[in-house]
């Protein structure tokens, strides 16, 4: 029984890591999405020095932040790499048209 279990939530944990970012309906932004988690690192803080049950508190904390927060913080990496992949790539192209631009003048 706790094999199925296994399964079926490595199952559930795969299907989740594959999905797509929110619908475009409702698209945010890195900011908002940054703000969020930084509210919520707040709450975290606040309920673990000020909760009296650490032990249930610390877990219903841990199963919040890897079910729902994870989703919106590999959002935030995947356009964290595609903006520094983004900055490379403009970066690369004009320095390469300037170096176009310097052989053509000294022709």
């Keep these: 029984m706790k094999e199925l279990q296994k399964i ?39 309920v673990e020095k000020r909760h009296p049950e650490k032990l249930s508190t610390g877990r219903a904390s841990a199963l919040f932040n890897a079910r729902c927060l994870t989703f919106f913080r590999n959002i935030l990496k995947r356009r964290q790499k595609q903006t520094s992949l983004d900055r490379y790539f403009v970066k690369v192209s004009s320095s390469e048209s300037q170096e176009s631009e310097a052989k053509k003048a000294r022709l």
């Design 8 to 46: 079926s939530h490595s199952g559930v944990m795969m299907e989740l890591s594959s999905e797509e970012e929110v619908d475009p309906k409702e698209k945010l932004t890195s900011h908002e999405i940054s703000d969020i988690l930084g509210k919520w690192q707040e709450v975290s803080d606040f």
